[in-house]
T-cell receptor, first 118, second 109 residues
Framework: GAVVSQHPSRVICKSGTSVKIECRSL??????MFWYRQFPKQSLMLMAT?????????EQGVEKDKFLINHASLTLSTLTVTSAHPEDSSFYIC??????????????FGPGTRLTVL | GQNIDQPTEMTATEGAIVQINCTYQ??????LFWYQQHAGEAPTFLSY????GLEEKGRFSSFLSRSKGYSYLLLKELQMKDSASYLC??????????FGAGTTVTVRA
């Protein structure tokens, strides 16, 4: 099956620093990748949709200047949390949509990145 | 917007059957997904329904009624490893996934 990787799996940083999270589709091309955030005991909330070669589309309430998304290739999207604060501590999960999957298509999720801001 | 409801918690005994219901109200519909998520891990895909009816996949089955905005996930022959959160997600007209809050299933010996 399709594999999506994320790096790093876990990061702890000081308040005010920036953190970059990578999301890669390992065995398929993903024209669209999605970034989600999940707080403890809550469900996944879509933050933004990342399309290869174009600007990301952010959901309402998500600051695009704080959460920078770059989708430079068909297999890589990055999320940078700029000037991170403790309230940004969360589980960040990316997913990728296989461009070749046609009508039956699902999103394949990465393993997630646990961000802790001190 | 999307409104997706599912029970918060369910408990069942090993070997039993559990049915997790999900009701939804969405703007546009392009399929309903069920995912399993263990604590601290990403969701894993379980099932996909876009037409009415029952989809069976081993011990897991999923049902959809589009006219009622209703789905259920049926877990049979429960095993301890099935203890997890089960997420109902609807893909809207914009092809984005909206998730329910998840149902935590606890399997007891």
């Amino acid at each position: 099956g399709a594999v999506v990787s994320q790096h790093p799996s876990r990061v702890i940083c000081k308040s005010g620093t920036s953190v970059k999270i990578e999301c890669r589709s390992l065995d398929f091309q993903a024209t669209t990748m999605f970034w989600y955030r999940q707080f403890p005991k809550q469900s996944l909330m879509l933050m933004a949709t990342s399309n290869e070669g174009s600007k990301a589309t952010y959901e309402q309430g998500v600051e695009k200047d704080k959460f920078l998304i770059n989708h430079a290739s068909l297999t890589l999207s990055t999320l940078t949390v700029t000037s991170a604060h403790p309230e940004d501590s969360s589980f960040y999960i990316c997913s990728a949509r296989d461009r070749a999957s046609g009508t039956w298509d699902t999103q394949y999720f990465g393993p997630g990145t646990r961000l802790t801001v001190l | 917007g999307q409104n997706i409801d599912q029970p918060t918690e369910m408990t069942a005994t090993e070997g039993a059957i559990v049915q997790i219901n999900c009701t939804y109200q969405t703007s546009g519909f392009n399929g309903l997904f069920w995912y399993q998520q263990h604590a601290g891990e990403a969701p894993t895909f379980l099932s996909y329904n876009v037409l009415d009816g029952l989809e069976e996949k081993g011990r897991f089955s999923s049902f959809l009624s589009r006219s009622k905005g209703y789905s259920y996930l049926l877990l049979k022959e429960l095993q301890m490893k099935d203890s997890a959160s089960y997420l109902c997600a609807v893909r809207g007209g914009d092809y984005k996934l909206s998730f329910g809050a998840g149902t935590t299933v606890t399997v007891r010996a």
